[in-house]
């Protein structure tokens, strides 16, 4: 399926590659299948959100190095990149104390939990016009082993923390290859947005002693 070039292509060239665990292989080829089969979010994020629940029955799914938190910041490794850029499945890790700006994704998403707590806060604009400051919604805890569906395209603003004493790492899911996808920040007080895009996080960027 062309792992490897996806993979490279996503970093620029480099000939870094995660190992792909025979299970998150199997669950990238009927990731595959659910995405081509499509038939709108909410049916591809639901038989995707039951498929990644499947998934974290099996231990140690992730290759250790999409496991390492950065001592700086929150990383996303790329686990895969289907080569076509219809979906992505991301390692996504939070050193204890580390939290991102506001942010949407502009795409599907689902997201489980491989180890440490995610916090989440969600919100959304106060104004319908889709201007003006933004308000809190709610506020939740996920842990290991917990799936949810973390946004739609029109429904997804939110801050995401660790929530626990030893990192959080997540496999996050979503319908575009997030490292090149531009999308949004917030300014909670203004609403004022900045768009961005995360690039991916080569899978060496880790120092040793991030803990
Ligand atoms: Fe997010």
Redesign the pocket.
Known sequence: MGAVSAVEAVLGGETVEPTLHPEMRRFVDDVTEIVRRGGGEEVVTTRVASRLDELLRSPEVLDPRCTKPHADNYVLYPVWVAPDGAFSVAAAVWNVGQV?PI?D?GTW?VIGIYGGVEHEVRYERTRASGVGALTQLSERDIRAGQVIV??TSDHDI?R?SCGSHVPCVGIHVYGADIGKMPRHVYDPATGNMRTFVSAWTPLDAAPENAG
Do not use: K, N, R
């Open positions: 991102t942010h994704h998403g973390c946004c939110h995401v």
